[in-house]
Nanobody, 126 residues
Framework: EVQLVESGGGLVQAGGSLRLSCVVSGYISELLEVGWFRQAPGKKREGLSCISDIDGVPYYAESVKGRFTISSDSAKKTVYLQMNSLKAEDTAVYYC???????????????????WGQGTQVSVSS
């Protein structure tokens, strides 16, 4: 069974930083792909970033490009999301997710990801 566990959320002031972690276990392939998503109250779940061990090329949505950085530690089966210059509109529950199989040129599309973590709350005060 594939399990993903997020951690690192919390309350931070606007302009501050947080680093989220996602630990993956039970993944069939040695090549991991993980996406980060968020969902604010009353809004649809939004894909933010992803990275795949197949090509190591990160993808970022425009809303976080230049502020968020995704990285992967394959040995630890852990993917990180470094979030800098946080804004009040970044407040949401953040999820990591993995598809059944890793792919090249990943895109964080909600419907393409099969296994989800429980989420971690990020709150940014203005």
């Amino acid at each position: 069974e594939v399990q993903l566990v997020e951690s690192g959320g919390g309350l931070v002031q606007a302009g501050g930083s947080l680093r989220l972690s996602c630990v993956v276990s039970g993944y069939i392939s040695e090549l991991l792909e993980v996406g980060w998503f968020r969902q604010a109250p009353g809004k649809k779940r939004e894909g933010l970033s992803c990275i795949s061990d197949i090509d190591g090329v990160p993808y970022y949505a425009e809303s976080v490009k230049g502020r968020f950085t995704i990285s992967s530690d394959s040995a630890k089966k852990t993917v990180y999301l470094q979030m800098n210059s946080l804004k009040a509109e970044d407040t949401a529950v953040y999820y990591c997710a993995a598809p059944h199989w890793s792919s090249r040129s990943c895109r964080p599309e909600v419907g393409e990801y099969d296994h989800w973590g429980q989420g971690t709350q990020v709150s940014v005060s203005s």
